[in-house]
């Protein structure tokens, strides 16, 4: 197929709204003012960046405040002021961006399904005590077995969910088997593991990152799945535009502020009609064989594993740094 690229005095940010929904990889609000993103996503480690800056100093002490109401005390009152704290921010996100906020469920809950559906219905719940409805938050999941099983769970109690560090085509067809209603591939944390492995460079055309969602991207539209790939995790302005017109990008400040410079011509590189005639072939997916693949899988082994060390290392840290505040 033919493609033609315009003579355009927009920025590539704006040209690549026009092909992909971007979201904010931030949880600093005042980037998300700057480049006007539909969505914002976050994770504790962007949480517990933020909530150190000075300007964020309020929303802590008012999860502190309203922690203290509970009469919880010790690990308890931390955890609730924890959650309280993700909602807070979740909260302010919504004034900026007209779309969704994304809310990580705790990462040391990955592998155990009635933990992450009951953390996800306190989040939703605490979203509607300041009046947002469901349908304006994402509930952030690892992309385990248990963490497909819960979303599945949660998907047909209307509570949608953005399944995160997925880094293999039997993850993201998991996560589309549970109805789940969007999926994060990492692109960039997939080239990390490759650069490290190999010793090689790798450009963008040939990034395995970016090979690896376009493959999901095409087995998603040619069986006509619902859930959306929202790539994520990006390395460089290369790979995002390699991806122009996956169906969500979720990009750090730092590249969405490179975008807004240029104004090069962006060529749309994905779309559901190209897709349909893609040769990928229809995978039957059970437990074992899930558990199977991903086992030979030592890249997306690895990295799914990484991914919840360090996400949990964080949220720890961020714990702490509540609990000096409580003393």
Not at 24 to 33: L, Q, Y
Not at 60 to 85: P, W, Y
Not at 119 to 132: T, V
Not at 168 to 187: D, G, H, M, R, Y
Request: hydrophobic share 40%.
């Amino acid at each position: 197929m033919e493609r033609k690229t315009a003579v355009t005095t927009l920025s590539q940010l704006d040209q690549l709204k026009k092909f992909s929904r971007i979201v904010a990889d931030t949880g600093d609000i005042g980037s998300m003012k700057e480049f006007a993103p539909e969505d914002a996503t976050t994770n504790p480690t962007l949480i517990l960046k933020a909530a150190q800056m000075q300007d964020y100093a309020p929303l802590l002490e008012k999860a502190v405040a309203e922690g203290k109401k509970t009469g919880l005390s010790g690990n308890a009152l931390i955890d609730d002021i924890f959650n309280h704290l993700l909602v807070a921010f979740g909260l302010e996100i919504l004034k900026i961006v007209p779309g969704r906020v994304s809310t990580e469920t705790s990462p040391e809950k990955s592998f155990n399904v009635p933990e992450i559906v009951d953390e996800a219905k306190s989040f939703i719940a605490l979203y509607a005590k300041n009046g947002i409805g469901r349908e304006r938050v994402l509930i952030k999941i690892a992309s385990t077995w248990e963490g497909t099983r819960a979303a599945e769970i949660l998907q047909r109690e209307g509570i949608n969910c953005n399944m995160t560090l997925l880094f293999s085509l039997p993850q993201a067809i998991a996560c589309a088997e549970a109805n789940a209603k969007l999926i994060s591939p990492f692109v960039g944390r997939i080239l990390d593991w490759y650069k490290k492995s190999t010793g090689k460079e790798y450009a963008a055309t040939d990034d395995p990152g970016v090979r690896s969602v376009d493959t999901i991207y095409q087995y998603y539209k040619k069986f006509d799945y619902k859930t959306e790939v929202m790539a994520a995790s990006f390395r460089n302005v290369g790979e995002i535009l390699e991806l122009a017109g996956c169906d969500l990008m979720t990009i750090s400040p730092a590249l969405l502020a490179e975008l807004k410079k240029s104004t090069a011509p962006v060529e749309r590189k994905l779309s559901p009609a190209d897709a349909k005639s893609s040769k990928i072939e229809r995978m039957e997916l059970t437990e074992p064989k899930f558990r199977f693949l991903l086992n030979e899988d030592a890249m997306a082994t690895e990295k799914t594993a990484e991914g919840i060390r360090v996400f949990a290392a964080d949220a720890r840290k961020l714990k702490q740094f509540i609990a000096d505040r409580l003393k």
